[in-house]
Nanobody, 115 residues
Framework: QVQLVESGGGLVQAGGSLRLSCAASRSIFSMNVMGWYRQAPGKQRESVAVFSSGGIIIYADSVKGRFTISRDNAKNTVYLQMNTLKPEDTAVYYC?????????WGQGTQVTVSS
């Protein structure tokens, strides 16, 4: 069992920045996949930035050049640095970890970008 706890969300004006953190209850070194997803009201959950099973980072086209995912294995934490935020980035952001065949999700953190 893995617990993921997100933090760092909030309200920010367009053009601003936020950094999200996802703290895991166990080592993330062995995770197949670690990443960030988001779900806006009335929309499906979508991938934002992910460390894939091959170690490749995959970004959604809509966030390329603005968001950066990083990880600190020693702290069992994954980060999402979000710059130049836009109103359309408003969503609940979730952390996901995949260990073997099991998926784990955090409770989500709200990000609201005002215009």
């Amino acid at each position: 069992q893995v617990q993921l706890v997100e933090s760092g969300g909030g309200l920010v004006q367009a053009g601003g920045s936020l950094r999200l953190s996802c703290a895991a209850s166990r080592s993330i070194f062995s995770m197949n996949v670690m990443g960030w997803y988001r779900q806006a009201p009335g929309k499906q959950r979508e991938s934002v930035a992910v460390f894939s099973s091959g170690g490749i980072i995959i970004y959604a086209d809509s966030v390329k050049g603005r968001f950066t995912i990083s990880r600190d294995n020693a702290k069992n934490t994954v980060y999402l640095q979000m710059n130049t935020l836009k109103p359309e980035d408003t969503a609940v952001y979730y952390c996901r970890g995949r260990l073997g065949r099991d998926d784990y999700w955090g409770q989500g953190t709200q990000v609201t970008v005002s215009s």
